[in-house]
């Protein structure tokens, strides 16, 4: 029970800004990790239903909201996934051989593309939220999603090859209980993806579907030009994750479903 809690804290103290308590970075500590990553994702939708709620009854404007919804995210997580985002566009949009990509991913210095693709990034989550931030059941699988982003981006750590032999999600990886942890991991998104289309099929559906194939295309993108994930790669899947699952249930609630 002891590991399972300092697991809990090392999971929050890493991946957000939440206050926890210390806790020894042991292999001991670290093993069921990523089983509470994904309750990150549960404090940022909590936050974003309260949020829409709030603005709701105090008769806040959809841009107003739109925008605080935007930055909620950054704010609970310190913006760790965008940084890994930008790296990995400047990366990718290098064209280099693989070394030189790896080597793209470690440099702190922001490039054109790297800024380009926030300015798109952040954009596209304000156009979405515009959308979705008045109706609750919109509000509810986007809530959720956060949830189904870092569960599909912890089975990515866990079971894809990592690019290099040291570095985060390498060290994460080999102090992992692997197998438990991913098939809890899967357990949580069969029960998100029925929760998402059980509060509206359709779009609860395509959400999930969505990320699923976000999943996939992150695979193949890792594989094909880095040889394996990485930390920052694993920022830019779940980034690409939430802002599509929010891109597709802002058109597709434009239809009569």
Same mark, same amino acid.
């Given at each position: 029970?002891?590991?399972?809690?300092?697991?809990?804290?090392?999971? &929050?103290?890493?991946?957000?800004?939440?206050?926890?308590?210390?806790?020894?970075?042991?292999?001991?500590?670290?093993?069921?990790?990523? %089983? &509470?990553?994904?309750?990150?994702?549960?404090?940022?939708?909590? /936050?974003?239903?309260?949020?829409?709620?709030?603005?709701?009854?105090?008769?806040?404007? @959809?841009?107003?909201?739109?925008?605080?919804?935007?930055?909620?995210?950054?704010?609970?997580?310190?913006?760790?996934?965008? !940084?890994? /985002?930008?790296?990995?566009?400047?990366?990718?949009?290098?064209?280099?051989?693989?070394?030189?990509?790896? +080597?793209?991913?470690?440099?702190?210095?922001?490039?054109?593309?790297?800024?380009?693709?926030?300015?798109?990034?952040?954009?596209?989550?304000?156009?979405?939220?515009?959308?979705?931030?008045? !109706?609750?059941?919109?509000?509810?699988?986007?809530?959720?999603?956060?949830?189904?982003?870092?569960?599909?981006?912890?089975?990515?750590?866990?079971?894809?090859?990592?690019?290099?032999? +040291?570095?985060?999600?390498?060290?994460?990886?080999?102090?992992?209980?692997?197998?438990? @942890?991913?098939?809890?991991?899967?357990?949580?998104?069969?029960?998100?993806?029925?929760?998402?289309?059980?509060?509206?099929?359709?779009?609860?559906?395509?959400?999930?579907?969505?990320?699923?194939?976000? &999943?996939?295309?992150?695979?193949?993108?890792?594989?094909?030009? &880095?040889?394996?994930?990485?930390? !920052? /790669?694993?920022?830019?899947?779940?980034? /690409? %994750?939430?802002?599509?699952?929010?891109?597709?249930?802002?058109?597709?609630?434009?239809?009569? @479903?």
């Amino acid at each position: 029970m002891k590991s399972l809690w300092n697991s809990f804290k090392i999971a &929050f103290s890493m991946f957000s800004k939440i206050p926890m308590p210390q806790a020894e970075w042991t292999k001991e500590n670290m093993k069921y990790m990523f %089983c &509470f990553f994904p309750f990150i994702g549960t404090a940022i939708g909590a /936050l974003t239903l309260v949020v829409s709620w709030a603005a709701g009854y105090l008769g806040l404007n @959809v841009l107003f909201l739109s925008v605080i919804l935007t930055v909620v995210p950054v704010l609970v997580t310190g913006g760790i996934h965008v !940084d890994g /985002l930008l790296d990995t566009a400047d990366a990718l949009s290098s064209w280099q051989e693989r070394k030189r990509r790896l +080597e793209i991913l470690k440099d702190s210095h922001a490039g054109a593309f790297a800024v380009i693709t926030a300015c798109v990034y952040f954009l596209c989550w304000l156009g979405a939220w515009s959308e979705i931030c008045f !109706d609750v059941r919109l509000t509810m699988i986007m809530a959720l999603g956060f949830m189904v982003s870092r569960c599909f981006s912890g089975i990515g750590v866990l079971t894809l090859p990592k690019a290099k032999e +040291e570095g985060t999600v390498a060290e994460f990886s080999r102090k992992s209980e692997n197998v438990a @942890v991913r098939n809890t991991l899967v357990v949580y998104l069969v029960l998100l993806c029925g929760l998402m289309i059980w509060i509206y099929p359709v779009i609860g559906g395509a959400a999930f579907l969505t990320a699923c194939l976000v &999943f996939f295309y992150y695979r193949y993108m890792a594989m094909k030009y &880095f040889g394996g994930t990485t930390g !920052d /790669l694993s920022g830019w899947f779940l980034c /690409l %994750c939430e802002v599509g699952m929010a891109l597709v249930i802002a058109v597709v609630s434009a239809f009569p @479903v």
